[in-house]
């Protein structure tokens, strides 16, 4: 079992900027591909960002390209989302995942508790 906690949500303004973080301990033993995905009100669970587990594969949804950044140090098993020039629609709960591959992420991946990111306009 892989254990994952985040934290670093919060309420910001529109323009600003949040790290998040995810820890992951438990069986880490294995390099697992690590992720974000959001879920606002009333909507469905989106992915957000994503990084292999060497590091070397980043992959972003289309409507944070340019505006966040997944980063992950592997030492400590913990995978960063720096989010920068926030807007209103990024509001959500945020939520980590770790699974063997990232194409597996959503459907069989473990899952944290989601940290809450709001953005005022």
């Known amino acids: 079992q892989v254990q994952l906690v985040e934290s670093g949500g919060g309420l910001v303004q529109a323009g600003g900027s949040l790290r998040l973080s995810c820890a992951a301990s438990?069986?880490?033993?294995?390099?697992?591909?690590m992720g974000w995905f959001r879920q606002a009100p009333g909507k469905e669970r989106e992915f957000v960002s994503a990084?292999?587990?060497?590091?070397?594969?980043?992959t972003y949804a289309d409507s944070v390209k340019g505006r966040f950044t997944i980063s992950r140090d592997s030492v400590n098993n913990i995978v960063y989302l720096q989010m920068n020039s926030l807007k209103p629609e990024d509001t959500a709960v945020y939520f980590c995942?770790?699974?063997?591959?990232?194409?597996?992420?959503?459907?069989?991946?473990?899952w944290g508790q989601g940290t809450q990111v709001t953005v005022s306009s």
């Open positions: 990084i292999s587990g060497d590091g070397g594969i980043v």
């Open positions: 995942a770790a699974a063997n591959n990232i194409g597996t992420m959503e459907n069989n991946g473990y």
């Open positions: 438990g069986r880490t033993r294995g390099r697992y591909a």
